[in-house]
């Protein structure tokens, strides 16, 4: 079952899925979507609501979502997935990181949260900009805190405030990772864009701590681990301060822990 939602503002579109998708549905629903923003030179910005009841799509309908092709799909300005089913949020992650015909920003979403997600639908382009990271010259450590899906220019921004400071001091002494909830990255060339920065600068840097209370910072600690050179420890969100003096020192000091290192200024 593939229905269109109603009463969503523009530029956003939304479609409702449960049951089995079928190749009409694909057909008559989705292509005309489509069509429609290619022939008016438009993008718009899609909302996915898949229930309980959803069991995937047929063999027809796989086929007809092939046809739609590259160029209809990159239509999606952004697109967020409302969904409790965690076979459905396990395969939409996976396919906004690693699939060529999804390089839109692509945020999941629970039930719960739909009207969150039809608020970030809304945002404009600027709330993307902030940013996202801050250079402790004093203390010679990287200090990471993305609020909205990383983009490629923020790994650029990064790389070109960071390389300088490398090529007259040749190593950074730690990096910092603080995040509440790790937002993701905001297509796959984003994605690519940073793995090409860690790989170009894990020898540069010796430590990096990931201050955050999100469940996702013990997976990202563990792959860090086995797959890059530094040394890593993880810390709570509210013990900044002590994330940082570990990165700078590798000596944990659990007296700083009010938001900032013990010999910063204030």
Same mark, same amino acid.
Do not use: M
């Given at each position: 079952m &593939? %229905?269109?939602?109603?009463? #969503?503002?523009?530029?956003?579109?939304?479609l409702h899925l449960g049951g089995t998708l079928s190749p009409n549905e694909v057909e008559f629903v989705m292509r005309p979507l489509f069509e429609r923003a290619r022939t008016e030179g +438009?993008?718009?910005r899609l909302l996915v609501e898949v229930d309980a009841s959803y069991r995937g799509v047929s063999a027809g309908a796989f086929w007809e979502e092939l046809k739609l092709g590259v160029h209809h799909?990159?239509?999606? %300005?952004?697109?967020?997935?409302?969904?409790?089913?965690?076979?459905?949020?396990?395969?939409?992650?996976?396919k906004s990181l690693f699939?060529?015909?999804?390089?839109?920003?692509?945020?999941? @979403?629970?039930?719960?949260? *739909?009207? !969150?997600?039809?608020?970030? &639908?809304?945002?404009?382009?600027?709330?993307?900009?902030?940013?996202? @990271?801050?250079? &402790? +010259?004093?203390?010679?450590?990287?200090? #990471?805190?993305? +609020?909205?899906?990383?983009? +490629?220019?923020?790994?650029?921004?990064?790389?070109?405030?960071?390389?300088?400071?490398?090529?007259s001091h040749g190593v950074l002494r730690g990096l910092v990772v603080r995040v509440h909830k790790f937002p993701g990255w905001e297509s796959l060339g984003a994605l690519v864009k940073h793995f090409?920065?860690? *790989?170009?600068?894990? *020898?540069?840097?010796?430590?990096?701590? @990931?201050?955050?209370?999100?469940?996702?910072?013990?997976?990202? !600690?563990?792959?860090?681990r086995q797959f890059l050179s530094a040394e890593v420890k993880r810390f709570e969100f509210?013990?900044?301060?002590?994330?940082?003096?570990?990165a700078v020192h590798g000596v944990d000091t659990p007296a700083a822990s009010d938001g900032r290192p013990a010999y910063a200024p204030s």
């Open positions: &593939l %229905e269109p939602i109603a009463g #969503l503002p523009e530029p956003l579109k939304g +438009k993008r718009f799909l990159r239509r999606i %300005e952004r697109a967020a997935v409302v969904s409790d089913v965690d076979w459905v949020r396990a395969g939409v992650l996976a699939s060529p015909l999804f390089d839109c920003p692509i945020r999941l @979403f629970h039930e719960s949260e *739909r009207e !969150e997600a039809i608020a970030w &639908l809304g945002e404009t382009n600027e709330h993307l900009g902030q940013p996202v @990271f801050r250079l &402790l +010259k004093d203390e010679g450590v990287l200090v #990471l805190e993305p +609020k909205a899906p990383l983009r +490629k220019e923020d790994i650029e921004a990064i790389a070109a405030a960071v390389d300088p400071w490398l090529e090409e920065f860690v *790989r170009d600068h894990q *020898r540069q840097v010796p430590r990096i701590a @990931f201050a955050s209370d999100s469940h996702i910072a013990n997976i990202v !600690e563990n792959f860090a509210d013990e900044y301060g002590r994330a940082v003096e570990w």
